[in-house]
């Protein structure tokens, strides 16, 4: 595959002016950023420890241990200063500098994500606050300020879903063309030969642990590769992806080891039917859980309703999963508000007999104004092997 024509660098400083102006609309003083995707989101730091404290003026200090201390100064620099300060957590915990600062400032509401924080970690906080002798009051209900900017891609971000669509869609086809998934060879062995292929094409790692389910397995919609061999008349689920330039792409074929019975066809063909189904529903303006409507219904008219328990797709982007949910409702989705352009998202119904076989089928798609595009491309049809 061709190299990528060069993007420009992500726009840090208007993500932060963003993220700044939902935290005034959520009157609040300080949104302390816990998730650490969510950080990488505002400042580009990539770390697997950390924090930030995003104040309302617009300035975000990073809170990192020593490993991480020397790339936060790089941060810094790229940023810019004025809006962006290391702070070293080497000496001072990061619960008590949040309590020092919110006192220093005389902040009155502090906002913490709470789904990211762990319940160790907000009772560390509140005991620090305590101490501090801070009167305000802690925010713990999850607001998103950040995951709701995050959810529509800017053009940097879409680019680099484009590239790794066609990158994972140039791999898939590889690994059906070559039977990768064939009798004899275990579904561990086929993982990796998927697992290297990805690299292969220009990912940095897998988007997140592939998935091979053959035979009776296949009906198991996440199962882990095993030792299990694969044989003549298996029905197989290979679920990868990939990460490139920091952005996840997720696809899903499954493949007949010779000709699929009559029912496993008609259940292939079902699911088939409900992905177009769903992807034709894609569009601006559309509530997700319609799109999930769309392609259950396909296959509740198949009779395989019940056998469909996990939602249409999900969304995109520094992380695998992430909004919007393209599933049945939940009370908590009663504030999802509909897609919109530039938000990337999967499409993948499936299909679990127990007994017999499991099916799913998956694309990645990007909303756009006036319907959807798919940034994945590889044939469907049943791809079989012999």
């Known amino acids: 595959m061709?190299?990528?024509?060069?993007?420009?660098?992500?726009?840090?400083?208007?993500?932060?002016?963003?993220?700044?102006?939902?935290?005034?609309?959520?009157?609040?003083?300080?949104l302390v950023v816990s998730h650490l995707p969510n950080l990488r989101y505002l400042s580009g730091l990539e770390a697997t420890a950390g924090a930030g404290?995003?104040?309302?003026?617009?300035?975000?200090?990073?809170?990192?241990?020593?490993?991480?201390?020397?790339?936060?100064?790089?941060?810094a620099a790229e940023v810019g200063a004025d809006l962006l300060t290391p702070v070293h957590t080497a000496d001072t915990p990061t619960p008590a500098w949040i309590a020092r600062h919110c006192v220093f400032l005389g902040a009155r509401r502090l906002v913490v994500e709470s789904r990211a924080l762990s319940l160790h970690d907000a009772r560390q906080m509140q005991s620090a606050l305590e101490a501090a002798g801070w009167g305000g009051e802690l925010v713990e209900t999850p607001l998103d300020v950040v995951e709701g900017l995050r959810r529509v891609k800017d053009p940097v971000e879409l680019a680099l879903l484009r590239e790794g669509g066609a990158r994972l869609s140039d791999a898939a086809r590889s690994i059906l063309a070559d039977r990768v998934a064939r009798p004899g060879r275990t579904e561990?062995?086929?993982?990796a030969e998927i697992d290297a292929r990805v690299r292969a094409v220009g990912f940095s790692r897998a988007a997140f642990d592939t998935i091979v389910a053959s035979g009776p397995r296949s009906a198991f919609p996440h199962a882990r590769p095993t030792a299990r061999r694969l044989e003549a008349g298996d029905v197989v689920v290979l679920d990868f992806g990939g990460v490139y330039g920091g952005y996840c792409v997720d696809l899903t074929?499954?493949?007949?080891?010779?000709?699929?019975s009559s029912e496993v066809d008609r259940q292939y063909h079902?699911?088939?039917a409900a992905q177009q189904a769903g992807c034709a529903a894609v569009g601006p303006g559309v509530l997700p859980a319609h799109v999930d409507r769309a392609a259950r219904q396909v296959l509740e008219a198949a009779g395989l309703g019940e056998t469909f328990g996990h939602g249409t797709g999900h969304g995109l982007g520094l992380e695998v999963h992430e909004a919007p949910r393209l599933a049945r409702p939940r009370p908590e989705d009663a504030a999802q508000p509909p897609l919109e352009a530039g938000v990337a998202c999967t499409i993948e119904p499936g299909a679990y007999v127990t007994g017999r076989a499991g099916i799913r089928i998956e694309?990645?798609?990007?909303?756009?104004?006036?319907?959807?595009?798919s940034i994945t491309d590889?044939?469907?049809?049943?791809?079989?092997?012999?």
């Open 2 to 30: 061709r190299a990528p024509d060069p993007l420009p660098p992500f726009d840090f400083r208007n993500r932060l002016a963003r993220a700044t102006a939902a935290l005034r609309a959520a009157q609040a003083d300080l």
């Open 53 to 75: 404290v995003l104040t309302a003026d617009g300035h975000l200090h990073l809170l990192v241990d020593p490993r991480y201390e020397a790339a936060a100064a790089v941060r």
């Open 188 to 191: 561990l062995e086929v993982a």
């Open 253 to 260: 074929r499954t493949v007949s080891l010779g000709h699929p």
């Open 270 to 272: 079902a699911v088939r």
């Open 363 to 373: 694309d990645d798609v990007v909303v756009t104004v006036d319907g959807h595009e």
């Open 378 to 386: 590889v044939p469907l049809g049943w791809p079989t092997a012999h």
